[in-house]
């Protein structure tokens, strides 16, 4: 079919030129800098942000993507690093998780190496049958790293082996980063608060933001990324916004800053009495926080629980935030997206938020083409965005309820609670016969999931089939010897503390 002349001029009217993204915390700038990196000279975007309301001002910690995000953007690692107060992450170290008693480390990178068609994990089981005492751990080369403190980019060994890794980071210095570096690429920045959002009357699309500084404000697709209020999507829209708290009981966090000095090239996930802590160490001070259900403990236990569990006292306020984990049912709704925290919130565990704004992002523009989205483009979208936000919090979900851990009465109900039928169906299968299934879109694989599940003791009744071809004392010296030299190239690496002091000092 031929296009005529008409066709060619409704396809660049109603294509997209210009976006508002409202809110400049760490998820508009993330937004504001890729699209203008992405569709430089094709769209004009103007963030706004209010004046009088504080970003969150949390969110230190990150998983591996995140380099791809910022090579994207052109952003060079070691002034991101020094800016930002960074240090290395290569896993996240659970404590008295599984078992009161007990830590294991999801460690990035993989466990083990994979045979035949077969993850790593299955032939760990097997040996572990046959009397094996290696934790899983000991067959992961970032482990290894992590847990003596040491760090390098260098390739090791034959196979040229590599640190898989992520950033711990000051989240305000990341979004101001994102900012210098999204104006220098045009983007339009306004210090102003929307007043008033008005809708089409006919399409009940946004038609209008108002603002109180420079008036009525008009563009083709609106970015909700104004954080818990979702002022587009959730008070303009009427987006609703799914609650997941019966499977994630924790809704509050309190967030302090600590003196403390700490060389840890990774994340401390601390298992408390109504819920956890995290510790990130940064170049210049640890963040320390508590994640707690308010059904099982009072703010100001909590406040005690924190604040007890540190080598040095707090040098800022203790700061209380309050969450509902879940999302919203539609992401992308008429003419607005929500990213960020409008979108929903899980708590930070896996240290997931960043990277599902990052996903969303590249989601989008995999999926824009130059007509008005279409229904089903904007169906496709929602979809993804759902299986992925799913997958995170089942993967979550069972770190609570995977656990040995009866303590107290907040574990006790984790252990015994209703969980999804996703999950459910996942820890039966992995209990009965070890596999474990894989979403095309799902965040975290079966390296990932292994890890966490063999980490909080759930042990598989079963092995795969084809582990039984391989003799057993083979086996054990394949293991041995694979978790010898895993442990011998981390030895030959130098600390976190003094690589981070050569190569990116803040
Ligand atoms: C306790 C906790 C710990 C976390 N830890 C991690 C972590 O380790 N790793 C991770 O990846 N994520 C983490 N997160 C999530 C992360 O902090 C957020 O996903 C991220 O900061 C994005 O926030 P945001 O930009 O959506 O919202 P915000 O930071 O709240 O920003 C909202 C913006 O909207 C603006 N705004 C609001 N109303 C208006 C208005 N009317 N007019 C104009 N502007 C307006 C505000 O001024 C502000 O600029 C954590 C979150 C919490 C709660």
């Known amino acids: 079919m031929l296009v005529g002349k008409n066709d060619a001029v409704l396809s660049m009217q109603q294509s997209m030129q210009k976006v508002i993204i409202v809110g400049g915390g760490t998820a508009g700038w993330m ?22 309301i504080p970003t969150i001002g949390v969110g230190e910690a990150t998983i591996p993507p995140i380099q791809l995000f ?45 045979m035949g068609m077969l993850p790593f994990y299955h032939y760990w089981l097997k040996a572990r049958q046959h009397g094996s005492e290696a934790s899983f751990n000991q067959f992961s080369l970032n482990y290894h790293a992590a847990s003596q403190a040491h760090f390098s980019h260098e390739p090791l060994g034959n196979h040229q082996q590599r640190l898989i890794y992520a950033y711990h980071f000051d989240a305000g210095a990341y979004a101001r980063l994102l900012k210098d570096k999204a104006i220098t690429m045009g983007v339009t920045y306004l210090s102003d608060h929307i007043a008033q959002v008005s809708l089409d009357t006919q399409s009940g699309e946004i038609a209008a933001l108002h603002s109180r500084e420079h008036g009525k404000l008009t563009a083709d697709l609106y970015l909700d990324c104004s954080g818990q209020r979702a002022l587009l999507i ?6 609703p916004y799914e609650s997941w708290q019966h499977w994630l009981p924790c809704d509050r966090a309190l967030a302090v800053q600590l003196a403390e000095q700490s ?37 100001d236990a909590a406040l005690k629980t924190l604040l007890a569990n540190n080598q040095t006292p707090a040098v800022s306020e203790p700061k209380l935030i309050r969450f509902t984990p879940g999302r919203r049912t539609n992401s992308w709704v008429k003419n607005c997206i929500a990213l960020g925290l409008s979108g929903g919130f899980l708590e930070p565990l896996e240290s997931t938020s960043l990277h599902m704004v990052q996903s969303a992002l590249i989601r989008l523009a995999t999926l824009l083409s130059n007509t008005k989205p279409s229904k089903n483009q904007i169906e496709q979208y929602n979809r993804l965005t759902q299986i992925e936000a799913e997958d995170v919090r089942d993967f979550i979900i069972a770190h609570y309820h995977v656990t040995a ?5 907040f574990w006790q109900d984790c252990q015994t609670m209703h969980i999804p039928h996703t999950l459910q169906e996942r820890l039966e299968l992995f209990r009965v016969s070890a596999y474990l299934p894989r979403h095309t879109q799902a965040l975290f694989d079966d390296n990932a999931w292994s890890q966490v599940l ?4 759930l042990i598989p009744t079963a092995q795969n089939l084809q582990t039984d071809k391989v003799p057993n004392e083979k086996l054990q010296l394949w293991l041995t010897q694979l978790q010898q030299k895993n442990n011998h190239l981390a030895t030959t690496l130098p600390q976190h503390e003094a690589y981070i002091k050569n190569y990116c000092q803040a």
Not at 405 to 409: E, L, Q, R, V
């Open 31 to 52: 937004s504001a800098a890729f699209l203008a990196k992405v569709f430089a000279g094709q769209l004009a975007i103007t963030v706004i942000e209010s004046p009088d």
């Open 70 to 114: 910022n090579q994207l953007l052109g952003v060079d690692e070691k002034s991101f690093m020094s800016a930002c107060h960074a240090t290395f992450k290569l896993g996240i170290q659970f404590e008295g998780w599984g078992n009161r008693s007990e830590q294991y480390m999801h460690a990035f990178g993989p466990c083990g190496e994979q």
């Open 234 to 239: 959730g008070e303009a829209l009427k987006v």
């Open 263 to 299: 060389a840890l090239p990774y994340t401390r996930a601390i298992a408390q009495t109504a819920g956890w802590q995290w510790k990130i160490p940064l170049q210049h001070r640890v963040g320390a926080g508590l994640v707690y259900s308010s059904a099982h403990q009072n703010d």
């Open 405 to 409: 851990n009866s303590h107290s009465a």
């Open 454 to 457: 063999l980490g909080q003791g």
